[in-house]
T-cell receptor, first 114, second 116 residues
Framework: NAGVTQTPKFRVLKTGQSMTLLCAQD?????MYWYRQDPGMGLRLIHY???????AKGEVPDGYNVSRLKKQNFLLGLESAAPSQTSVYFC?????????????FGAGSRLTVL | AQSVTQLGSHVSVSEGALVLLRCNYS??????LFWYVQYPNQGLQLLLK??????LVKGINGFEAEFKKSETSFHLTKPSAHMSDAAEYFC??????????????FGKGTTLSVSS
């Protein structure tokens, strides 16, 4: 089982460029999430999805868009990258709507915006 | 809104010493609480979780945590540190009543260093 796979693992962008991070899970999970991790800040929720075709904003959604066209995939887009978006991005998934559900995380995507 | 506070961004111990990582939560309803560990250049993996079944929760790699409602705490302990325990540890809370569903709210993390 691959679990949660994120691509790409590393990316360098120039300010104003666009890109998409792809998250794929093979566990048939309903819920998927995008977090960003910054030094001393922990993980902060960007957007999440409670099922195919649905998305919602998290704590820090500005500058990002997401789509969940297929249950197994959750895409995170940056339309016009800014240096403040330099971060490590983590995708996660979970079974359903219970707070006791465990999140399974991908290995992360390190993005640098110059 | 619920939140977690991890006391101490960096904890250093000697190999064989007790590990104590502190976490306090703020929640208006009984929470679900988690500890995750992140090894260098890896994603997060679950150490243990509290879901109200028992106040003392045992996890992987010899870690355990005790839920204390009176102190709103969920501190992580391990009796004897090993070099392989060096990592970043995150406390997290999930509240079923929260609009974000099962999204976890994370503390800022504690980096554990273990010296020989």
């Amino acid at each position: 089982n691959a679990g949660v796979t994120q691509t790409p693992k590393f990316r360098v962008l120039k300010t104003g460029q666009s890109m998409t991070l792809l998250c794929a899970q093979d566990m048939n999970h309903e819920y998927m999430y995008w977090y960003r991790q910054d030094p001393g800040m922990g993980l902060r929720l960007i957007h999440y999805s409670v099922g195919e075709g649905t998305t919602a904003k998290g704590e820090v959604p500005d500058g990002y868009n997401v789509s969940r066209l297929k249950k197994q995939n959750f895409l995170l887009g940056l339309e016009s990258a800014a240096p403040s978006q330099t971060s490590v991005y983590f995708c996660a998934s979970s079974k359903g709507d219970s707070g006791a559900n465990v999140l399974t995380f991908g290995a992360g995507s390190r993005l640098t915006v110059l | 809104a619920q939140s977690v506070t991890q006391l101490g961004s960096h904890v250093s111990v000697s190999e064989g010493a007790l590990v104590l990582l502190r976490c306090n939560y703020s929640s208006s309803v009984p929470p679900y609480l988690f500890w995750y560990v992140q090894y260098p250049n890896q994603g997060l993996q679950l150490l243990l979780k509290y879901t109200s079944a028992a106040t003392l929760v045992k996890g992987i790699n010899g870690f355990e945590a005790e839920f204390k409602k009176s102190e709103t705490s969920f501190h992580l302990t391990k009796p004897s540190a090993h070099m392989s325990d060096a990592a970043e540890y995150f406390c997290a809370v999930s509240d079923e009543g929260d609009q974000a569903g099962t999204a976890l709210i994370f503390g800022k993390g504690t980096t554990l260093s273990v010296s020989s």
